[in-house]
Nanobody, 119 residues
């Protein structure tokens, strides 16, 4: 069983930055970030495998950067130039063998961390 614990959410003004972290209890092939805003479907934002593969959704490309520290089993999401429409609950997920944006299933999930961006 893989446990994921997110941290780093909070409230910022538009244009600000936040860095999310997700600590995994064990090493796992793929980790990714999702978000879900009230009344909207869950959206995959970015994924990273334990090598150099990284991929981003168009909605965050150029503003968000995903990274991993494999020595700490920790995933990060640096979020810059935040917009009010980025307001959502952000979740970390892990997958044992798939890592594309349209492929990651999320075998394991964290509890989520809230990000609120005010205008």
């Amino acid at each position: 069983q893989v446990q994921l614990v997110e941290s780093g959410g909070g409230s910022v003004q538009a244009g600000g930055s936040l860095r999310l972290s997700c600590a995994a209890s064990v090493s796992i092939f793929c980790m990714g970030w999702f978000r879900q805003a009230p009344g909207k479907e869950r959206e995959v934002l970015a994924t990273a495998n334990w090598g150099t593969y990284r991929t981003y959704a168009d909605s965050v490309k150029g503003r968000f950067t995903i990274s991993r520290d494999n020595t700490k089993n920790t995933l990060y999401l640096q979020m810059n130039n935040l917009k009010p429409e980025d307001t959502a609950m952000y979740y970390c997920a892990a997958d044992g063998d798939r890592c594309g944006l349209g492929e990651i299933r999320g075998d394991y999930w964290g509890q989520g961390t809230q990000v609120t961006v005010s205008s």
